[in-house]
């Protein structure tokens, strides 16, 4: 048998494996049967791997060549790059919004600034809004409407509202739900409602930090006396070496909760979701427009208006933070 084998052409191309013509001693039948089993096996084989649009070329790595096509199709564009097109097409610039002069102001573009890239809606005029009169003045410009859902009253631009209520609808047919984290303060907050959230964080946090006796209870009064935007850059200062402002701790403030006159909220484009943990309904959110953006704040999402595969030419990078994608300006200078 193995010498019918050893006589078996069927090395190159598929569809030309031939037994060459030797005389050989005779074999049985059974021997015959599975040498031409083991030929057709072969030419198959070359079939399929030539026919294969996902085979690796020869002289490739299959590794490398998967992480460089992904860098090269999924390769963000400059978030400040992008923003300036956008800001222009608005007949405004990015140092209106956020002068380049205030370190604050462009923490927090760099941190929440995705919802200035989106469509169909009125993203705000500034970074920071500094009173409550400005932002009652801009949520009456911005066109927004109230819905009914689950007994609370939520308030969020017009067409952030039509998409979310077309997510909900699609959720309930499979079985799901789309609803509100703590009720109304889900989505549209004041300026009063922001710098009261504020306090929650940052009044623990000096307890806490003067109980490690990381601040002093000189540098506790200071800081509770300042003016509010040379309170929030001092804290940011502060959680530069480690002493953090955060619900638990752990991380920035700016990722527990929207300095005052800074959330998204403010803005109607943001609505917190009680399922933030269900795949599928993050599935359903992003189809119609709604992302997570804020690094770490999971039942936040924001309203874009945009396709997924349409965020990184938008200068917006994805990272992954619990098993959760988060959408993110692509800071490149």
């Not at 190159?12 to 030797?22: I, M, S, V, Y």
């Not at 009914?148 to 739900?177: F, P, S, V, W, Y």
């Not at 990381?214 to 540098?219: C, K, N, S």
């Not at 959330?263 to 609505?271: D, E, G, N, V």
Request: hydrophobic share 40%; with cysteine.
């Amino acid at each position: 048998m193995w010498k019918v084998l050893l006589y078996q052409n069927c090395s190159r191309l598929p569809g030309q494996c031939k037994t060459k013509k030797r005389h050989l001693p005779e074999v049985s039948r059974y021997g015959k049967f599975l040498a031409l089993v083991l030929c057709i096996l072969l030419d198959t084989s070359l079939v399929l791997s030539q026919n294969n649009p996902y085979r690796m070329p020869s002289n490739s790595s299959p590794a490398i060549t998967t992480l460089s096509d992904q860098s090269r199709d999924e390769a963000p564009a400059s978030f400040y790059e992008v923003l300036r097109k956008t800001l222009k097409k608005r007949k405004t610039d990015v140092d209106r919004i956020c002068p380049h002069t205030d370190s604050v102001a462009r923490r927090i573009l760099e941190d929440y600034g995705a919802m200035f890239l989106a469509k169909k809606v009125t993203p705000p005029p500034v970074c920071i809004f500094t009173s409550e009169a400005e932002v009652a003045k801009f949520q009456e410009e911005a066109d927004y409407v109230s819905e009914n859902i689950e007994g609370a009253d939520i308030e969020l631009q017009r067409e952030a509202m039509k998409q979310l209520l077309k997510a909900r609808e699609t959720a309930l047919k499979e079985g799901l739900n789309i609803t509100p984290r703590d009720g109304a303060e889900a989505a549209r907050r004041s300026y009063e409602d922001s710098y009261e959230l504020w306090n929650t964080r940052f009044m623990p946090a000096l307890d806490y930090w003067l109980q490690q006796g990381r601040l002093t209870e000189p540098q506790v009064a200071r800081l509770k006396a300042l003016p509010l935007h040379e309170q929030i850059a001092e804290v940011l200062e502060l959680e530069r070496s480690g002493i953090y402002f955060s619900k638990d701790l752990s991380k920035s403030i700016l990722y527990s909760i929207a300095a005052p006159g800074t959330s998204q909220h403010i803005a109607m484009l943001a609505f917190d979701v009680n399922e933030f943990d269900n795949a599928r309904v993050r599935e359903i959110l992003a189809e119609h427009g709604w992302f997570q953006t804020v690094l770490s704040d999971l039942p936040h999402f924001t309203f874009l208006g945009l396709k997924e595969k349409d965020l990184p030419k938008n200068g917006l990078k994805s990272v992954v933070v619990d098993g959760q994608t988060f959408w993110i300006p692509n800071v490149t200078q």
